[in-house]
């Protein structure tokens, strides 16, 4: 554990993260959805074998689909379609509300806006720089009304938001179908048997035809993702450092405690409701203008039949609740799914039942997670392997000294940024100028020579600290398992009791262990350990167990 201390930035930043306990929970979750994850992956892989797939079609699922640029291009759209279609509807169970509409309202959006567009467009206001700004706009206002227009049926007419967001989404798609297909289709592609709207145009459109470069000309893929990157900015300031977000998450947890804070639980639904849709407004444009066909697609929901609603909304709640709803975590589990929509094709897998199967198998063991959260196996299998099971309280006590010792060394640098700001605040002499210097100071004070420095000192203070708790830990781990092992020889001697002897037999095991973290005392500490080890092995031979054999 102290193999690093040439490194303080990096042992500060691993002890902050593992240690800390205000980071507790949020390690436990992250650990939790990696491990499931693998092990649904597992799962996966094991169904694709057992239904005749060759095996290594699976392994490559994860190498051939970012082999060329439209594969690369794909891979980073849908990354933008997944992450959006999870914020919204991980926007909405901030307060527990299942908007299961996202579907109807990214097709209620998006329409509205090509509807405008088309005749704004036909006026001959086409600005050459902006002009997507406009389509998202008028795609949240619209997604954002109808999802409104659910939240409204829930709280006033106690009509549950499943119900009327299914209803809803089969209105929308029949109403817009209707629409498109008396007034906007591509008569050209109907003759194929397809069913399009004509295009979007292109000054209001995320796909782009002649691009700066050729990685991105042709190709939707620049707008989406920075839509996107900001989309999950705003969310996650919005609910880690806004009241909003926290008023938010408390009447999700409590509705009964958020009405007795105060909170008008009404308004915080709708406004859940307004924002979830909102983000549907922007997935629909992602969806419907990042795409090379630049249209209101109906391909993917039956085509003239309209036997299903966009299946973009659904991935979404999926990978929202893997996610838990965590902002980062929708990022990161969208790179995930985004890797396996392209790469299943040239994997020779099943399009689209592998990302399907996926879902649907990481669904059922992120299901779990509140029981491997609670439990904690992984845990304490690697502390008895490394520690041994002798030395659980010991760890538990280098997990709170690590901790105290991170929060002494995080309250120093923030005394010290304190100080030094104020210092600066003297400078200034007006108070207007130290209110305008009030986002300017933090920034000023890292270049500072006194703060590098003093911070230098506080980091060679910290290792120091962290050598001396770890090397004690170490000790009592060691001289526990000598003493315990001790004590079991001494019984063995006086009752010549089989069970206590067949502890013995794993002494060779227990002796690596002590060997290894012995490793790091002092050369007097070996010494003592050594000796120990050389009493404790001439008693085993005594007891005749055979050192050998074990």
Same mark, same amino acid.
């Given at each position: 554990?102290?193999?690093?201390?040439?490194?303080?930035?990096?042992?500060?930043?691993?002890?902050?993260?593992?240690?800390?306990?205000?980071?507790?929970?949020?390690?436990?979750?992250?650990?939790?959805?990696?491990?499931?994850?693998?092990?649904?992956?597992?799962?996966?892989?094991?169904?694709?074998?057992?239904?005749?797939? /060759?095996?290594?079609?699976?392994?490559?699922?994860?190498?051939?689909?970012?082999?060329?640029?439209?594969?690369?291009?794909?891979?980073?759209?849908?990354?933008?379609?997944?992450?959006?279609?999870?914020?919204?509807?991980?926007?909405?169970?901030?307060?527990?509300?299942?908007?299961?509409?996202?579907?109807?309202?990214?097709?209620?959006?998006?329409?509205?806006?090509?509807?405008?567009?088309?005749?704004?467009?036909?006026?001959?206001?086409? @600005?050459?720089?902006?002009?997507?700004?406009?389509?998202?706009?008028?795609?949240?206002?619209?997604?954002?009304?109808?999802?409104?227009?659910?939240?409204?049926?829930?709280?006033?007419?106690?009509?549950?938001?499943? *119900?009327?967001?299914?209803?809803?989404?089969?209105?929308?798609?029949?109403?817009?179908?209707?629409?498109?297909?008396?007034?906007?289709?591509?008569?050209?592609?109907?003759?194929?048997?397809?069913?399009?709207?004509?295009?979007?145009?292109?000054?209001?459109?995320?796909?782009?035809?002649?691009? @700066?470069?050729?990685?991105?000309?042709?190709?939707?893929?620049?707008?989406?993702?920075?839509?996107?990157?900001?989309?999950?900015?705003?969310?996650?300031?919005?609910?880690?450092?806004? *009241?909003?977000?926290?008023?938010?998450?408390?009447?999700?947890?409590?509705?009964?405690?958020?009405?007795?804070?105060?909170?008008?639980?009404?308004?915080?639904?709708?406004?859940?409701?307004?924002?979830?849709?909102?983000?549907?407004?922007?997935?629909?444009?992602?969806?419907?203008?990042?795409?090379?066909?630049?249209?209101?697609?109906?391909?993917?929901?039956?085509?003239?039949?309209?036997?299903?609603? @966009?299946?973009?909304?659904?991935?979404?709640?999926?990978?929202?609740?893997?996610?838990?709803?965590?902002?980062?975590?929708?990022?990161?589990?969208?790179?995930?799914?985004?890797?396996?929509?392209?790469?299943?094709?040239?994997?020779?897998?099943?399009? @689209?039942?592998?990302?399907?199967?996926?879902?649907?198998?990481?669904?059922?063991?992120?299901?779990?997670?509140?029981?491997?959260?609670?439990?904690?196996?992984?845990?304490?299998?690697?502390?008895?392997?490394?520690?041994?099971?002798? /030395?659980?309280?010991?760890?538990?006590?280098?997990?709170?000294?690590?901790?105290?010792?991170? %929060?002494?060394?995080?309250?120093?640098?923030?005394?010290?940024?304190?100080?030094?700001?104020?210092?600066?605040?003297?400078?200034?002499?007006?108070?207007?100028?130290?209110?305008?210097?009030?986002?300017?100071?933090?920034?000023?004070?890292?270049?500072?020579?006194?703060?590098?420095?003093?911070?230098?000192?506080?980091?060679?203070?910290?290792?120091?600290?962290?050598?001396?708790?770890?090397?004690?830990?170490?000790?009592?781990?060691?001289?526990?398992?000598?003493?315990?092992? %001790?004590?079991?020889?001494?019984?063995?001697?006086?009752?010549?009791?089989?069970?206590?002897?067949?502890?013995?037999?794993?002494?060779?095991?227990?002796?690596?262990?002590?060997?290894?973290?012995?490793?790091?005392?002092?050369? %007097?500490?070996?010494?003592?350990?050594?000796?120990?080890?050389?009493?404790?092995?001439?008693?085993?031979?005594?007891?005749?167990?055979?050192?050998?054999?074990?």
């Amino acid at each position: 554990m102290n193999q690093f201390k040439k490194y303080p930035n990096f042992l500060i930043g691993f002890d902050r993260f593992f240690y800390r306990k205000e980071h507790k929970s949020t390690r436990r979750r992250i650990l939790s959805i990696i491990v499931l994850i693998l092990i649904a992956l597992l799962v996966i892989y094991g169904i694709l074998v057992a239904t005749n797939v /060759n095996r290594y079609a699976f392994l490559s699922l994860f190498t051939r689909g970012l082999r060329d640029q439209k594969q690369q291009q794909d891979f980073i759209t849908n990354i933008g379609i997944f992450t959006l279609a999870g914020l919204s509807f991980g926007f909405a169970m901030q307060v527990k509300i299942f908007n299961i509409g996202i579907s109807g309202q990214m097709l209620a959006g998006a329409s509205f806006a090509f509807i405008i567009t088309h005749y704004l467009a036909k006026t001959g206001f086409a @600005p050459a720089v902006g002009g997507q700004l406009i389509t998202i706009i008028l795609s949240m206002f619209v997604a954002a009304f109808v999802s409104v227009l659910t939240g409204l049926f829930k709280i006033y007419l106690k009509i549950n938001e499943v *119900v009327s967001a299914i209803l809803l989404n089969w209105i929308i798609l029949l109403i817009v179908g209707t629409i498109i297909n008396n007034h906007f289709i591509d008569s050209t592609q109907r003759l194929n048997g397809n069913f399009l709207s004509v295009k979007f145009p292109d000054q209001y459109s995320f796909y782009v035809v002649n691009g @700066p470069t050729f990685f991105t000309s042709n190709t939707g893929w620049v707008w989406t993702i920075a839509v996107t990157a900001v989309s999950v900015v705003i969310v996650w300031v919005l609910l880690r450092f806004t *009241v909003f977000g926290h008023k938010l998450k408390t009447t999700g947890l409590s509705s009964s405690s958020a009405e007795y804070f105060g909170y008008n639980k009404n308004l915080l639904q709708l406004s859940s409701f307004a924002i979830s849709g909102a983000l549907a407004g922007i997935l629909g444009v992602v969806v419907y203008t990042g795409q090379a066909s630049q249209a209101i697609d109906f391909s993917s929901v039956g085509r003239f039949g309209l036997s299903s609603v @966009p299946i973009e909304g659904f991935n979404g709640i999926a990978i929202s609740l893997i996610a838990l709803n965590n902002p980062w975590g929708i990022v990161i589990v969208s790179m995930l799914f985004s890797l396996i929509s392209v790469g299943q094709g040239p994997a020779n897998l099943p399009t @689209p039942q592998t990302l399907s199967l996926t879902l649907g198998v990481l669904m059922y063991i992120i299901s779990i997670y509140g029981l491997m959260n609670y439990l904690k196996p992984w845990r304490w299998i690697i502390i008895i392997k490394i520690y041994g099971d002798k /030395n659980i309280t010991e760890y538990q006590n280098l997990e709170n000294n690590m901790a105290a010792l991170s %929060e002494k060394h995080l309250f120093k640098v923030k005394k010290l940024q304190k100080d030094l700001n104020e210092q600066l605040n003297e400078q200034y002499g007006s108070k207007l100028k130290v209110a305008l210097m009030v986002l300017i100071n933090p920034i000023k004070i890292l270049f500072l020579k006194e703060y590098k420095e003093q911070i230098n000192t506080y980091k060679n203070e910290y290792v120091q600290e962290r050598v001396s708790i770890v090397n004690e830990f170490y000790h009592s781990c060691v001289f526990n398992s000598i003493l315990a092992t %001790e004590k079991v020889i001494q019984d063995c001697e006086s009752s010549k009791n089989q069970k206590l002897l067949h502890k013995l037999s794993k002494w060779n095991k227990e002796e690596r262990r002590i060997q290894k973290l012995a490793a790091t005392l002092e050369d %007097e500490m070996k010494m003592q350990v050594n000796k120990h080890i050389k009493t404790i092995n001439k008693k085993i031979s005594n007891l005749n167990i055979n050192k050998e054999a074990r």
